[in-house]
């Protein structure tokens, strides 16, 4: 997950900005083409990557605190398995964007369309319907489920007033602690994105012609929703460095070992 809010304002704003500020695609030949399908692909892959992860993290709490006594669900072995999965299925899903993203000239700019009517013969809006459904609001909703059976269980095991520092306390705070800042990442995720993923829901079931498209109004609630979907990725460490001691620490490591290169 961290990876992927990594790539994803790697391969998205430098690209967005350049565009916003030339006003045109702005690199033509081979490799103008391969980055036409390649920012908006691995972009893309990232938020599909995370939303996998959420899912697997989500699965992995319940496992830890509703059957504790089990086998993990995701064991340390696996875990590669999983992301490497993940990997391929966002991937395999967002393929299409690498056929049908291309650079061509209109009124001697160039442009990065995606041909997706000449090329897959379908309508874009049910393929983007069908792919926002299955990665994103199916987990969403996997997602609230777990964590609400989670909360549940907790409160079950709650005993105010009991002062133990037995093995079983000690594990049912950690598994708090680790739960605040993982629920606090999860409502920050689908906060940022689900203004955005509503655009191909409305799309989808918005006649063509019909006057909404060209309302000043919703253009640029199509703009804002996609640049605060972007913020996700730059809030996540920040809810990191607040809810976890373990990522201050190595923050603070990390910014000795800089200063220390420096001198």
């Known amino acids: ?69 089990r086998s993990r669900l995701i064991t340390r072995k696996l875990c590669p398995f999983f992301i490497i999965a993940t990997w391929i299925t966002a991937m395999a ?30 309508t874009f809006e049910n393929y983007a319907l069908a792919v926002v459904v299955v990665f994103f609001y199916i987990p969403f909703v996997l997602v609230v489920v777990l964590y609400s059976i989670i909360l549940m269980k907790l409160k079950m095991q709650a005993h105010p007033g009991e002062q133990s520092v037995s093995g079983e306390e000690q594990r049912t705070r950690r598994n708090r602690n680790v739960l605040k800042m993982v629920i606090a990442i999860v409502v920050v995720f689908f906060i940022c994105l689900i203004p955005y993923f509503s655009n191909f829901v409305i799309a989808r079931f918005s006649a063509p012609d019909s006057s909404i498209w060209f309302s000043c109004s919703f253009v640029l609630y199509v703009i804002v929703t ?17 809810f976890s001691s373990n990522y201050r620490q190595a923050l603070k490591r990390l910014i000795n070992c800089c200063d220390i290169v420096q001198d």
């Open 1 to 69: 997950m961290a990876m992927s809010d990594l790539l994803y304002p790697t391969f998205l704003f430098p690209v967005q900005l350049t565009e916003m500020h030339v006003g045109s695609w702005f690199i033509g030949g081979t490799f103008g083409q391969a980055l036409c399908k390649l920012h908006i692909f691995l972009a893309d892959a990232s938020s599909f990557v995370s939303i996998q992860s959420l899912v697997l993290i989500a699965v992995d709490r319940f496992g830890a605190v509703v059957v504790p006594l």
């Open 226 to 242: 996609r640049y605060i979907s972007y913020t996700n990725c730059a809030i996540n460490p920040i809810i990191c460095l607040i």
């Open 93 to 122: 899903v967002l393929s299409p964007f690498l056929v049908a993203n291309k650079v061509v000239k209109y009124r001697e700019q160039l442009m990065c369309v995606s041909l997706w009517m000449e090329i897959f013969g379908g």
